[in-house]
């Protein structure tokens, strides 16, 4: 089948099998190397990527689903002013996710931190635990994890106020 999508600000067009992983088609068919994977699905979460802005596991998304949408991956994240909300986090809370989870941590985190940006909600800590085990990596513990998001979703509010203004 025949689909288009947009990945890190770029427009594709590819003829691929309807049912081919998302993950496959970043690395394979676009050479996109930042999105991991180590397992046969749904187990280590280092595949996670951002489709229509929310966190998903790539392994998971077969081409047909992928038609249409707009793709972050840890490639094109990295070098957003969004990506430097979440790293000044982690700089501040001293707390660093490993290389192995770094991109889809990272990408999670932001997910979070749009969701919370846009409806501006109370933080729902069960909520976000429960994303965070999306992740199969235990170098950052649930309490830390915390910390960073909260301090991500204040870092972007303040940036996102400071242009406003
Ligand atoms: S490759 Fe392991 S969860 Fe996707």
Partial sequence: MRIEFTVDGKYYTLSVSSDKPLNLLLSDDLEIKSTSFACS??????????MDGKAVLSCLVPAFEVRGKTITTFDGFSKTRDYRDIEKAYSSMQNYPCDRC??????????IVRRYEVTGGDFDSGEVLAEAAL??????????????VRESILNRRKRKNVRRA
């Fill in 41 to 50: 699905g749904r187990m280590c979460g280092l595949c996670v990527v951002l």
């Fill in 135 to 148: 992740i199969d990596c235990d170098c950052m513990d649930s309490d830390g994890f915390l910390k960073v």
């Fill in 102 to 111: 770094r991109a889809a941590r990272s990408l999670l985190i932001e997910s």
